[in-house]
């Protein structure tokens, strides 16, 4: 196939789709779907706990681990070595697995019952966690280095900042920086509201959060200064960055809205967003390619679209969905979109043509 040329005979690129390769499906509800760092295994866990390590290429389960049986897994992050797996659970633990055994090689008692998050420390020598109002960290050998607990209420999200220095904490009231190596929080952005999900901007500049009252909020982490953007139907729990952290896409109703972060000295405040109309029912899930233009959403009662919004508010392409979305995570390479659903399927879709996630500047092939 030929691209299509304008009339000064340029090439165009062909409009991206979405091409499905495997399906496969767990005991229930995908609760945590994240592809490993080399991209040739996927992660997915079921709600009630147990956690299958597919092959990527072709959906075939490698293994399933046990994960937190009985009550359930909360979520699962990669090591950067592409073979070991964190875990949380209900249970009060935090896992660690290796994913070429299926063995478990570390349970870390976080302190509580319920651990919400756990995240690697992008050189994956530290482990964080969020259980209750407290932040553990544990060196990679599970040696317990700080229990950070000041916190006004449960910790909802933590997330490192992208050059891996500070730790943000989401909870009632605002975020708190921490950093390894010091017992005191370095700062505090304050709002008085419930906090659920946090995002750095790739750059490291800005934290945006979605709020429990409908609203975005945003940071500028180095002044300090916050910015806030309502309006929204429901409750914010998608946040996406552009790989650029000029475009934030967020959920909080049927309409993804894309905010231009660089739209004036003041950033988004008083800008209106690009709209993204083709869902039917709350949005679930938003994510943005690692290097790419397209943004995928996913949604409660329909499918997945994907669009590039730098480009236009049409979408781009659509595949209907087994029941409502609940994850979404692109490949390392960006060739591939991994799907959870709320029945428990996984689906791999390849996003076709290929040229898709060409670099600006080099000649589009088709």
Not at 34 to 42: D, F, I, V
Not at 113 to 136: F, K, N, S
Not at 288 to 299: R, V
Request: hydrophobic share 40%.
């Amino acid at each position: 196939m030929s691209g299509l040329r304008n009339t000064r005979g340029r090439r165009v690129p062909a409009q991206p789709d979405l091409r499905p390769i495997w399906q496969a499906t767990l005991a229930d509800h995908v609760i945590a779907l994240r592809w490993s760092p080399t991209g040739q295994t996927l992660a997915a866990a079921a709600i009630s706990g147990p956690i299958s390590i597919l092959d990527s290429a072709s959906g075939t389960v490698q293994h399933v681990l046990p994960g937190h049986p009985g009550l359930g897994t909360t979520a699962l992050d990669w090591h950067p070595d592409g073979i070991r797996l964190a875990s949380s659970g209900q249970d009060g633990q935090v896992r660690v697995w290796d994913t070429t055994s299926g063995q478990e090689q570390q349970a870390l008692a976080a302190g509580t019952a319920w651990v919400e998050r756990v995240v690697w420390h992008p050189a994956g020598d530290v482990l964080a966690a969020a259980a209750g109002r407290t932040v553990r960290l544990w060196a990679a050998d599970g040696t317990l280095h700080h229990t950070w607990d000041a916190h006004a209420s449960t910790v909802a999200d933590i997330a490192w900042e992208p050059n891996g220095i500070r730790l943000a904490a989401a909870a009632y009231g605002g975020v708190t920086l921490w950093q390894p190596g010091q017992a005191e929080p370095l700062r505090r952005y304050q709002w008085q509201g419930s906090t659920l999900v946090l995002a750095w901007s790739p750059d490291g500049s800005l934290i945006a959060t979605g709020d429990q009252d409908s609203t975005v909020h945003f940071w500028y982490v180095a002044s300090g200064k916050d910015l806030q953007m309502w309006g929204y139907e429901t409750k914010v729990l998608e946040l996406a960055w552009h790989h650029r952290s000029r475009y934030l896409a967020t959920g909080g109703g049927s309409i993804p809205c894309v905010w231009d972060c660089q739209a004036s000295a003041n950033g988004p405040e008083g800008s209106r967003p690009v709209q993204l109309t083709a869902h039917s029912a709350p949005v679930t899930a938003l994510a943005y390619q690692h290097q790419g233009n397209l943004l995928a959403s996913g949604g409660q009662a329909d499918g997945v679209a994907l669009w590039e919004p730098q480009r236009t508010n049409r979408r781009a392409a659509w595949v209907d969905g087994t029941s409502a979305v609940t994850r979404l995570d692109w490949s390392p390479d960006d060739t591939r979109l991994a799907v959870g659903y709320d029945d428990g399927t996984v689906a791999v879709y390849a996003v076709t043509p290929e040229v898709a996630r060409v670099p600006r500047g080099r000649p589009q092939r088709t």
